[in-house]
């Protein structure tokens, strides 16, 4: 009895086995996710057929009978053995069957932890994969009509490309979610998949597949069931007369005569005999009672047997709420505004996923900020979620806190002064540079932006406006400007054009700017001065969006590390200060309400450390005078670590407090710049105050530039 119960359990033991997939390690049956589910009995072998498509060691060497599909077996056992060694970046298991096809990548996955993880995967030509950093994007060259929604499932849907949502390559107009449009391609196949709005098919289907739509190669589905058309073969056939005069019952009809039916030449599925409505034999054009009622308009009623869809219960509560929306007055919509969080709140909590006890290291020589940086970020392992433990290798800090603040602050200066912006100090545009394209900087350097609004790094501060709107379409009436071209030379020719105040002058430097105006697109005949108008619309349209698309899509994506662009994309006005405000010059008022101070219980301690308050107020206001050797920024750096207050704000807020010491002589402030904290002496005289504490932020100073 024993033997036969272990038996059928090590049967059942290996059926378990036999049903997973050999690549993947898994046993759904999922065909429109990972392909038929294919098992060779004699050879022990189940897998997914996209799984063994995407595989990067294997090929088709058989014909379409050999094997699975032209896939031999020992090319299967093989491609086996090959990602046994190889451990997938989703899961952390080895076996990992799929890697990105860009040589310099590293990144290896099972298929289903790819999907998860957001590759592309191209059912075309080598079938191709690529990983969530080099995948394939769409461009966007209108600005979306709003409000927006899906094309196929009619819900909803934000118009910002990204993986989950597409649109249209030849209409422009029709937006999709990728589950839905993956949907309808597995449902209409390769003969009637096209786009909803328009019908482009060909350039259509070529997009999708670049953007990893898999198109099956058949019929559509609808076309494969069984007598799926057996309906349309038969015609309604029954009398729906109030009183039937028909002996021979109401599904009787004749071929002519009285007792011939007529159908409804609306709907078709009402009838009726010809001498039970009075219908004469030559009238042909009858109507059911319910069809007339609609056409004429003088339905009381909804239809029988008819309710109304849940999307037209949407769209009429939309209604409502708008209707609403445009009664109440403008200062209630500006009091919610007021409500919602704010950047310092947000950025705190998009804080919150970042982990202490993981770190990635980051590793300083000779001060090259962004040469370490981007070597960070390439890592194949780097996850923007883990704490940044930075080293300076010729500094003598050793709070990391410290060198961390200090490392963005300098990251931040050079992003700034990178090839990726131009434009004036504090007023930057991105730059068209095809190095950069074709190293992805755009991409590197938004997700270096967001990694330090996070992390803790000061405010970005030097976006121009005509960035910030092309990039999260707020100031929502902005205009773009000629001030806004970084080019100089392109800016002295289209201000001309701006400035001319005659025809003359206007078509003189429509020629001097023909070269740039042929390039956009914009070359055009002058007739009259009112054309100045449209003229720089377009030239500036064309400068500083449409030729800029791939740069500011690569951009954005880099700026959804962690979250931030979308969070951004939601409360653009509270953010707006952050990346486009110049830093409020620190002022000894705000600096002195900055720091909390703990006082002692103690009425005699507290009565002297009132007094040091007093010294440390008049301290600051010196400074901001300039009659001090230390500025305000240099006693904040030597009280955080920071030169100005982060984007998130001081967590955890600042806190002054006291020490008595033994010996005035030799009684220095001290800091904690990974708490905040800035500890002061209580020492009998201003002077002495002063001067210790110029020296303890003077060594400070000398520390970091050494």
Not at 284 to 294: E, M, Q, R, V, Y
Not at 514 to 530: D, F, M, Q, T
Not at 651 to 657: D, I, Q, R, T
Request: a neutral charge; glycine letters at 4%.
């Amino acid at each position: 009895m024993k033997k036969t119960t272990m038996k059928k359990r090590a049967g059942e033991l290996e059926d378990a086995i036999s049903e997973l997939c050999v690549l993947c390690k898994r046993r759904d049956n999922c065909p429109d996710k990972y392909g038929e589910k294919i098992t060779l009995k004699e050879h022990q072998i189940t897998v997914h057929y996209f799984c063994l498509l995407m595989s990067s060691g294997i090929f088709q060497r058989g014909e379409e009978h050999e094997g699975i599909h032209g896939f031999l077996v020992d090319d299967i056992r093989m491609e086996i053995r090959r990602s046994a060694r190889l451990r997938c970046m989703g899961c952390k298991k080895a076996g990992a069957s799929v890697g990105c096809s860009i040589k310099s990548c590293r990144q290896m996955v099972h298929l289903p932890c790819g999907i998860e993880r957001e590759f592309i995967f191209q059912f075309t030509d080598l079938f191709p994969s690529f990983c969530r950093k080099h995948r394939p994007t769409q461009t966007c060259s209108t600005s979306p009509t709003l409000p927006l929604c899906c094309s196929i499932c009619l819900e909803p849907i934000e118009p910002v490309l990204s993986y989950s949502v597409l649109k249209c390559p030849a209409c422009h107009g029709s937006w999709f979610h990728r589950n839905c449009v993956q949907f309808q391609a597995h449902s209409a196949a390769m003969f009637f998949f096209k786009c909803t709005l328009c019908n482009n098919k060909d350039q259509f289907q070529q997009e999708m597949l670049r953007m990893g739509i898999h198109i099956p190669e058949r019929d559509a589905s609808w076309e494969l069931e069984e007598n799926a058309y057996g309906d349309l073969l038969q015609v309604y056939q029954h009398c729906d007369a109030v009183k039937c005069c028909c002996d021979k019952g109401r599904s009787y009809s004749a071929q002519s005569g009285g007792y011939e039916i007529v159908r409804c030449k609306f709907c078709g599925s009402s009838g009726t005999h010809r001498k039970c409505s009075s219908i004469k034999l030559y009238e042909t054009n009858w109507s059911c009672s319910d069809c007339k009622a609609a056409a004429e308009g003088t339905a009381l009623s909804p239809l029988p047997n008819h309710v109304k869809s849940p999307l037209a219960e949407r769209q009429e509560k939309k209604r409502l709420f708008k209707r609403c929306l445009s009664n109440l007055h403008s200062s209630l919509i500006s009091k919610r505004r007021c409500l919602d969080a704010s950047p310092t709140e947000i950025l705190m909590d998009l804080a919150a996923q970042i982990t202490p006890q993981q770190t990635t290291a980051v590793l300083l020589q000779n001060e090259e900020v962004l040469e370490a940086a981007l070597q960070a970020l390439r890592q194949t392992d780097f996850n923007p979620c883990h704490t940044l433990s930075v080293n300076f290798v010729r500094n003598k800090w050793s709070e990391n806190v410290a060198n961390q603040r200090r490392f963005l602050s300098h990251l931040l200066q050079s992003l700034r002064n990178s090839s990726v912006f131009e434009g004036p100090e504090g007023t930057k545009n991105l730059a068209l540079n095809s190095q950069a394209l074709r190293d992805d900087l755009y991409y590197e350097t938004g997700s270096l932006l967001a990694l330090s609004l996070v992390h803790g790094g000061p405010p970005v501060a030097f976006f121009s406006p005509a960035l910030y709107h092309t990039l999260f379409h707020y100031p929502p009436d902005y205009k773009l400007t000629v001030e806004d071209l970084g080019d100089v030379i392109l800016t002295n020719k289209v201000k001309m054009i701006a400035e001319s105040s005659s025809l003359s002058e206007l078509k003189k430097a429509v020629r001097a700017a023909s070269e740039y105006l042929h390039v956009a697109g914009c070359s055009r005949r002058i007739n009259k001065l009112a054309d100045k108008s449209t003229l720089l619309e377009d030239i500036l349209n064309f400068y500083l969006i449409i030729r800029m698309q791939l740069p500011l899509q690569r951009f954005r994506e880099g700026l959804r590390t962690l979250g931030v662009f979308e969070r951004v994309q939601a409360c653009p006005e509270g953010f707006y200060s952050v990346f486009c405000d110049p830093v409020e010059r620190m002022t000894a008022e705000t600096m002195f309400s900055l720091f909390t101070p703990q006082f002692s219980v103690e009425e005699e301690q507290k009565a002297k450390e009132d007094r040091t308050i007093i010294f440390w107020k008049h301290y600051l206001n010196e400074c901001e005078d300039g009659q001090c050797a230390a500025s305000l920024e240099d006693i904040l750096i030597f009280a955080t670590a920071a030169d100005v207050i982060p984007a998130i704000g001081f967590n955890p807020a600042p806190l002054l407090s006291f020490f008595t010491p033994l010996d005035s002589s030799c009684a220095f402030p001290q800091s904690r710049p990974e708490a905040n904290h800035l500890i002061l002496p209580v020492l009998p005289s201003y002077e002495l105050f002063k001067k210790h504490l110029e020296y303890a932020v003077g060594q400070l100073s000398v520390m970091q530039a050494v």
